[in-house]
Each structure stands twice: as structure tokens, then as C-alpha cells.
């Protein structure tokens, strides 16, 4: 037996195109494994804490819209990714529950500020543990033809590898969905943005 160069065990005599296949197997599996390397050290220098801000303009009166995002019971009646919302004694004297997401992933949700009809703060963190933190800020502004809703969410991430997982599935995807769906419920077309519009302003 003959070790090849990239650590591979070749017969002698073996046919010259089992010899280039097993080289180029060797080649790729290299590959991969920099490239994972390289993943692992990209997530350690990405940061633990986020914030990002998202912009849905509505046809609706700050009310209606605040009434529904105060429900938060009926979020799997519209919001694609809750599955199931159950409450739980208060925290603190402010509202509490569980919420299931599609998928498994279950968090723990407080309503830490509630100003009606402009003004919604809740703070999530994952359940048996410390993963994920942060918290959801709903700042509705009336507009002459509506109002505009800007979610923000400040996220506090431990895992490197989950901080990369939500890079690359996009930072905002979650927030985004919520929007979309939250004007679905309306029947509306969902439009949503980074900034808010300087018509609205």
C-alpha cells in the first residue's frame, strides 16, 4: 500500500482515474474543512448584541393596529411563525407568556411598557436558558392616511455560531415576516423598510 500525499491510501498498481478521484475527493474535503474553520472564526468576531429597525406604513388608525399587536393570544392566528401562546403568571406585575414557534423554539415574552396607542416594549429570551435575549419595540406614528409602525429589535445572542446562523438567514428576517403578516391581516400589500419614508416624517 501506498499513502498518498493527501492522506489516502492507495494499492499500487491501482488505475490512474481512481488515483485522480481520491486526490480530488482529498482536495475538496480540505476545502470544506477551511471553509468551516473559516465560518467558526467569522462568528467569534460577530457581534453578541444587534439592533435593527423595520418600517411598515398602514391604512389604519394607530387603535386598531395597537389593539392587535396588544393581543398577543391570537398572534398564531396570523403571524406565520407562532404556533402556540400560552400565558403565565405576571413578571413583575407585567404580562407574560410562552410563545412556540414553528420549528420548536420557544420563548418567554414580558409587555415591559404599553402606551396606548402608540407605544409597545417587549422583552423575549429563550426558555431554559440564556441563548437569546433582547427585546421588541412597536413606536406607531399617525399619519393623515394611516399610520406608520416601526418595529425595532435589540438582540443579545451568546452562541457565535447561532450569531452567524442569523447573519446568513438574514438579521431581519423575523421582524420582516411579523410586518408582512401584521399587513396581511389587514389586507393589505406589506411594504417593508429600513428607514421611515420622509412623506411620513
Request: charged share 20%.
Amino acid at each position: 500500500m501506498l499513502l498518498d500525499g493527501c492522506g489516502f491510501l492507495l494499492a499500487k498498481g491501482a488505475p490512474i482515474w481512481q488515483r485522480i478521484n481520491m486526490k480530488s475527493a482529498a482536495r475538496l474535503l480540505g476545502v470544506i474543512i477551511l471553509l468551516l474553520l473559516l465560518a467558526i472564526g467569522i462568528s467569534f468576531l460577530l457581534p453578541a448584541q444587534a439592533r435593527h429597525t423595520r418600517v411598515l406604513t398602514l391604512k389604519q388608525t394607530p387603535e386598531a393596529v395597537f389593539t392587535v399587536l396588544s393581543d398577543v393570544e391570537k398572534f398564531p392566528a396570523w403571524n406565520r411563525n407562532v404556533e402556540k401562546v400560552e400565558r403565565l403568571p405576571p413578571i413583575d406585575g407585567k404580562e407574560a407568556m410562552k410563545q412556540t414557534f414553528k420549528g420548536g423554539m420557544t420563548l418567554m415574552v414580558a409587555t415591559t411598557e404599553s402606551l396606548a396607542p402608540t407605544h409597545l416594549v417587549r422583552t423575549v429570551r429563550a426558555v431554559g436558558g440564556n441563548t437569546f435575549s433582547g427585546s421588541w419595540s412597536y413606536e406607531i406614528t399617525p399619519v393623515n392616511d394611516g399610520c406608520v409602525v416601526a418595529l425595532t429589535e435589540k438582540s443579545y445572542i451568546a452562541n457565535p455560531l447561532l450569531r452567524l446562523m442569523v447573519r446568513l438567514f438574514g438579521s431581519t428576517r423575523h421582524i420582516d415576516q411579523h410586518l408582512v403578516d401584521l399587513a396581511k391581516y389587514f389586507g393589505e400589500t406589506p411594504s417593508v423598510r429600513s428607514t421611515v419614508s420622509p412623506a411620513h416624517t
